[in-house]
């Protein structure tokens, strides 16, 4: 069939935020879905209760992508998180802030956010089709048109926006497909690795920790190469580092402070080593765990395994005395000042050997993309191929936990729509 001014193909969080804002300016517009249902990582994010976005301006979206933030500005300013709050509202969801400047619908139903999203579309004149994968795509040269092919029947449309999104949890659909495709009309895309993806370690008592959570501490990744000499320059880049939740697990680490950080441990050459450093109590400088080891000394007579555990949890303090050689029946006075600044020193500086992490099936996102040089940041249309568009996590973009990824997928998909 032909006539459709623009067909999107993918169904996520880009795709059906872009050609609800493409039908709402006329567009006679298609999307095609590979899945049954349309938005499968809408549905199960934020554990189902999908976290939309963030409080904070565009500014800040902007710095929480790094080095590649500042291709989002345009974007964001045409749809900065308060609009996606606002259009999300207008459909009849009511959001909410939890104190970490997450935002949610107030019913803690992913469902209702893909659902306004389908019907923001649907409403403006738009057609969603899923179950529909699409094979392979081409432009003819001569009349500038797109021609989408699928299993059973081909498809053309004036202009194309890809939303394919990347390799993450491919039994969402999501396989990577629309790279090939963009490669073969002169895109080039970068290295791809799985990010905010959990840590692996095999350290020994690992087991013994598995289920504790850590509300909030401070992690950093340090890349060690294969010399050893920790002269890294990645060490200096600031998304090496994150403060958040941390859970322990039968592999390793995982919770938002170590996911946010696993775009480094990914990215790792073969040979080369990591390790996570885990600042347990971050608000606490190491004078004032000093200070407060010489006060617990003063009252009473406590061993020593009893303190700490008033600190940090008590299978960690446990690890702690087993590392630093400190008896745990000892009491608190009797416990030397070395082996109380080597404590104090492994709280603000717990060290765990990394071996990985769990790749793409556990990944919330892809780390790398199409090259963002290739695509007009002020329009999302390629540079090399005209009347194509691209949106979403196809683009060398990755943010961290907390709402950043679906609005980067919210605003490049709306500005696609809103160019052509
Ligand atoms: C478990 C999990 C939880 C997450 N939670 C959050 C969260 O709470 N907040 C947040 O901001 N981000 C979250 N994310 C990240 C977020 O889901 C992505 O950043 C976002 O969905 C990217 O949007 P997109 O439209 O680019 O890609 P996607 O939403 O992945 O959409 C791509 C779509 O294209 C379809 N497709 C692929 N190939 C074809 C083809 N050949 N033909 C037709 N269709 C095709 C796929 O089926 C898919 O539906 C989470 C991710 C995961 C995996």
Redesign the pocket.
């Known amino acids: 069939m032909s006539g459709w001014d623009l067909i999107v193909?993918?169904?996520?969080?880009?795709?059906l935020w872009g050609a609800g804002t493409a039908a709402q300016k006329g567009l006679k517009v298609l999307v095609?879905?590979?899945?049954n249902k349309?938005?499968?990582?809408?549905l199960?994010?934020?554990g189902t209760r999908?976290?939309?976005?963030h409080d904070c301006d565009w500014r800040q979206i902007v710095e929480a992508f790094g080095r590649e933030g500042r291709f989002l500005s345009s974007a964001l300013n045409y749809l900065p998180p308060v609009e996606v709050i606002r259009t999300i509202e207008a459909e009849g969801v009511a959001t909410k802030r939890e104190v970490t400047g997450k935002i949610f619908p107030v019913s803690d139903r992913a469902m209702d956010v893909r659902d306004a999203l389908v019907r923001r579309l649907t409403n403006a004149g738009a057609e969603l089709r899923t179950g529909?994968?699409?094979?392979d795509i081409a432009r003819d040269e001569a009349s500038g048109e797109f021609q989408i092919k699928t299993d059973f029947e081909s498809y053309t449309s004036h202009k194309l926006l890809v939303?394919?999104?990347?390799l993450?949890?491919p039994g969402?659909?999501?396989?990577g497909?629309?790279y090939p495709w963009l490669q073969k009309l002169g895109h080039t895309v970068t290295p791809l690795r799985p990010a905010l993806t959990p840590l692996v370690s095999s350290i020994p008592w690992l087991t013994d920790l598995q289920g504790i959570t850590i509300p909030d501490a401070s992690v950093t990744v340090e890349l060690l190469n294969g010399s050893t000499d920790g002269k890294d320059s990645k060490k200096k880049d600031p998304r090496l580092s994150s403060r958040g939740g941390l859970l322990w697990t039968h592999f390793g680490l995982s919770g938002p402070a170590p996911m946010n950080v696993s775009r480094a441990v990914s990215d790792l050459p073969a040979g080369h080593h990591s390790s996570l450093h885990i600042d347990l109590l971050p608000d606490s400088k190491p004078d004032d765990l000093q200070q407060w080891f010489q006060k617990a000394t003063q009252t009473g007579s406590r061993n020593i395994s009893n303190v700490l555990s008033e600190l940090v949890p008590k299978r960690i303090a446990q690890i702690l005395l087993e590392i630093s050689q400190v008896v745990p029946e000892k009491p608190l006075a009797e416990v030397s000042k070395k082996n109380r600044n080597d404590l104090v020193e492994r709280i603000k500086n717990f060290v765990v050997p990394l071996h990985g992490t769990r790749g793409y099936m556990k990944?919330?996102?892809t780390a790398g993309g199409v090259v963002l040089s290739e695509v007009n940041p002020h329009t999302m249309e390629s540079k090399l191929v005209p009347g194509l568009f691209l949106?979403?996590?196809?683009l060398n973009l990755d943010g961290p936990?907390?709402?950043?990824?679906?609005?980067?997928?919210f605003s490049t998909?709306h500005l696609a729509g809103m160019s052509m």
């Open positions: 193909i993918g169904g996520g969080a880009a795709g095609l879905e590979k899945n349309a938005g499968p990582k809408i199960m994010s934020g999908c976290n939309i976005t529909v994968a699409v094979k939303c394919t999104g990347g993450s949890y969402c659909g999501t396989t497909d629309g990944a919330e996102v949106a979403g996590e196809i936990i907390g709402g950043f990824n679906f609005q980067a997928a998909g």
